[in-house]
């Protein structure tokens, strides 16, 4: 079981990381870096994370959490105007 979670872990990585690779969207150069929007995005990007990694074990003991998520995230993008948060599935709506 925890082969397959880590090849998804890859394939998830790889959908993350393809607009950079395909130069869609380019790096930014060290003076943005320390930028205060660079450090604070840093920061929220470590705490959903963290938060992504106790959703991961909450959903393990309780697998109704999964059904809510993904009513949730269908209501979300279809009648609120949220979207969906891979890069790769934008592309495509």
Same mark, same amino acid.
């Given at each position: 079981?925890k082969?397959?979670?880590k090849?998804?872990?890859?394939? $998830?990585?790889?959908?993350? $990381?393809?607009? $950079?690779v395909?130069?869609?969207?380019?790096?930014p150069? /060290?003076a943005?870096?320390l930028? =205060?929007?660079?450090? &604070?995005s840093v920061? /929220?990007g470590m705490? /959903? !994370? =963290? $938060?992504a990694?106790k959703? /991961?074990?909450?959903?393990?003991e309780?697998?109704?959490?999964?059904?809510?998520?993904?009513v949730g995230?269908?209501?979300g993008v !279809?009648?609120?105007?949220g &979207?969906?948060?891979?890069?790769s599935l934008?592309?495509e709506?």
């Amino acid at each position: 079981m925890k082969i397959w979670f880590k090849i998804g872990i890859i394939i $998830l990585t790889i959908g993350v $990381l393809s607009p $950079l690779v395909s130069g869609k969207i380019q790096l930014p150069n /060290v003076a943005n870096l320390l930028s =205060w929007k660079m450090v &604070f995005s840093v920061i /929220v990007g470590m705490f /959903v !994370a =963290w $938060l992504a990694g106790k959703g /991961v074990s909450l959903m393990g003991e309780q697998p109704i959490l999964v059904t809510g998520l993904l009513v949730g995230t269908v209501i979300g993008v !279809a009648f609120l105007g949220g &979207f969906l948060s891979d890069p790769s599935l934008q592309q495509e709506f």
